[in-house]
């Protein structure tokens, strides 16, 4: 069964500090992977999407990479601020066609 | 801009009730899908659209059925509204195509809510 997985499911830091989020996924054939930013009682933001022949992909302070050979995703946020609060959502998908396979979420807390 | 548009933030529905949720993108994409979030069981999709008039299954289409007349609009149907069906409903849009990458656009979500 292909699964995607988060841990932490939530993250405290202090501002300014780097930090990465987790993400792994049980079946290696990926077609790609994306990256969400959720707000409280909002919808999914897209951050970054890594094709599956791809390593990683940045945009201003985040970079997402992708090894595909051992399950894994991580998102990079570098210098955190409060205002990068929210829950973050990996997704897989297997298949071209579009259905994503999202994992939990890990909801990150940067405190002034 | 991209944008995904959904018909309402907040409803409020009587059990039994008949509900349409509406869905419009204006980037003319092809795939089009709909999904319920709930805590501690994440997005899980309900259904999916390729074109036109087509629609497949996701993994909880049971109590819902979905209509897409033209290509800019998807709509999910509650065919009768239980209390199990109040949820977060979001609505995602993508490209298609053999080469295309298919980074998923969502609407804002419409918060459900059955009495």
């Known amino acids: 069964k292909q699964e995607v997985t988060q841990i932490p499911a939530a993250l405290s830091v202090p501002e300014g500090e780097n930090l990465v989020l987790n993400c792994s996924f049980t079946d290696s054939a990926i077609y790609n992977l994306q990256w969400f930013r959720q707000d409280p009682g909002k919808g999914l933001t897209s951050l970054l999407l890594i094709q599956s022949s791809q390593r990683e992909q940045t945009s201003g302070r985040l970079n997402a990479s992708l090894d595909k050979s051992s399950g894994r995703s991580t998102l990079y946020i570098a210098a955190s601020q409060p205002g990068d609060s929210a829950t973050y959502l990996c997704?897989?998908?297997?298949?071209?066609?579009?259905?994503?396979?999202f994992g939990q979420g890990t909801e990150l807390s940067v405190k002034p | 801009d991209v944008k995904v548009t959904q018909s309402s933030r907040y409803l409020v529905k009587r059990t039994g009730e008949k509900v349409f949720l509406e869905c419009v993108q204006d980037m003319d994409h092809e795939n089009m899908f709909w999904y319920r979030q709930d805590p501690g069981l994440g997005l899980r999709l309900i259904y999916f659209?390729?074109?036109?008039?087509?629609?497949e299954k996701g993994d909880i289409p049971e109590g819902y059925s979905v209509s897409r007349e033209k290509k800019e609009r998807f709509s999910l149907i509650l065919e009768s509204a239980s209390t199990n069906q109040t949820s977060m409903y979001l609505c995602?849009?993508?490209?298609?195509?053999?080469?295309?990458?298919?980074?998923?656009?969502f609407g804002p979500g419409t918060r459900l809510t059955v009495t």
């Open positions: 997704a897989a998908e297997y298949n071209q066609g579009g259905k994503l396979i």
């Open positions: 995602a849009s993508s490209i298609s195509g053999a080469s295309a990458v298919y980074e998923q656009y």
């Open positions: 659209s390729y074109d036109v008039k087509m629609k």
